[in-house]
Structures are given as structure tokens and as C-alpha cells.
């Protein structure tokens, strides 16, 4: 029987709202990181972006997530608002105590690396658990010459070393790439701005935690 610990990355973002291309990175980074599970941590909203106009409601948001995390090993949560944290280093914390037999692994966009040393105690994330970064047209000049970057120095792993990440002593990060999906919530929101109207009424169940969100 293996009693190894389940092996779980953590996407977080608004999902405002969730499309392919998310689907397209969660399933690419499942398969070069041997994950089991990759979850959708839909953020209530975040502290660089502030009173976004046009940020849908955390039940819509996760209601895109769910449907179109669908029939994959990608679980879609809003366990940040249910948590009451408002920073990823403490929602952080706080997963890693509720589920001591998961081990995690930060995903997270090259745009994001690029603006990293920007969140609220960033390397005490890096502290927390392995980062694995995915290729993002457009942004992956501004990632390597990121001043996170020039901070991790020689912790930044060889790709061909990325499914070893659960034996890594942090910090670490591994820069992964792919072919993504071009399309952006951005443009879905444009070509759709009432996506959200469907999801308004109806109770939405949290894939991790089971909550039902009113």
C-alpha cells in the first residue's frame, strides 16, 4: 500500500473568470511535477489589485472554476475566505497545519515571479514550500531579471529536476515551460461581461472543504 503523501500544487488567482488556459497550465504542471491533485485556491480578492470594477463574486468566480475544472484532478476552493486570511504566506501556513499529509507545491505564472517581491512577506512563502514557475508570453524577460529571481541565485532547479520537488530543501523554484493557451480572462470578460449572470443564484459546494457558498 503507498502511504506517501498526496502530492498537491496550489494555483491561486481570481479565476474572474477560469478558462482553458488555466485547465492547459494546472494539466502541464500535474504531469512535469507528478502531482495528484492540483488545487484552485479562487482568492477572495487581492491586495495588488485594489476594487477591481469588474471582479465577479467569489461564488461566480468559483462556480467558473468548478465547471471548468471538470472531469480532471483539479479541485477548485475558496478556502482563503473560509481561512479569513488575507495574504498567501499565512493562507499558506495555514493549509500546510489542515492537512498535514499533502505536501505543496506554489504554481504561479511568470508575471506573478515578475512582481513577487512585491506580496506581503514573499520569502517566507519561498520558505514554505518548492515554487514552480510557468512560461507566460510576454513576461518572461521581466521574470529573470526579477529581484526574486537574483534573491533565489543557485536555488533555482534544473527543469529536467522538477518531479524530484518534494525532496528539495527550500527555498527552490523551477522554471517550466510550455505552449499555453493564448486566451486571458481579460478578453473572456470582454467578449462576455455578464459571464457571471448564471452563477448569481445558485449555491456553489467548495471541491476541497465541501462548504456550500449561498
Do not use: C
Request: no cysteine; aromatic share 8%; net charge positive.
Amino acid at each position: 500500500m503507498n502511504n506517501r503523501p498526496v502530492r498537491t500544487g496550489l494555483l491561486g488567482g481570481s479565476f474572474n473568470p477560469a478558462h482553458r488556459g488555466h485547465r492547459a497550465i494546472s494539466l502541464f504542471a500535474m504531469e512535469a511535477l507528478g502531482l495528484d491533485e492540483v488545487w484552485w485556491m479562487v482568492t477572495p480578492g487581492n491586495p495588488l489589485k485594489k476594487g477591481a470594477a469588474d471582479m465577479a463574486s467569489l461564488k461566480a468566480r468559483l462556480a467558473s472554476a468548478r465547471r471548468v475544472a471538470r472531469r480532471s484532478r483539479i479541485r477548485a476552493t475558496a478556502i482563503e475566505s473560509q481561512l479569513g486570511t488575507r495574504y498567501t504566506v499565512d493562507t499558506l501556513a495555514k493549509v500546510r497545519r489542515r492537512y498535514p499529509k499533502r505536501e505543496f507545491v506554489w504554481i504561479m505564472g511568470a508575471d506573478n515571479l515578475a512582481n513577487f517581491h512585491q506580496w506581503h512577506r514573499w520569502r517566507d512563502i519561498a520558505r514554505q514550500m518548492p515554487i514552480a514557475v510557468i512560461a507566460r508570453p510576454g513576461y518572461d524577460a521581466s521574470a529573470i531579471s526579477a529581484p526574486a529571481m537574483a534573491w533565489f541565485g543557485r536555488r533555482v532547479r534544473p527543469r529536467d529536476q522538477a518531479s524530484d520537488w518534494t525532496r528539495w530543501s527550500m527555498p527552490a523554484l523551477v522554471l517550466l515551460r510550455f505552449r499555453p493557451d493564448p486566451r486571458s480572462a481579460t478578453e473572456l470578460r470582454r467578449s462576455d461581461p455578464d459571464w457571471f449572470v448564471d452563477n448569481a443564484d445558485h449555491p456553489v459546494r467548495d471541491s476541497v472543504t465541501r462548504q456550500v457558498l449561498a
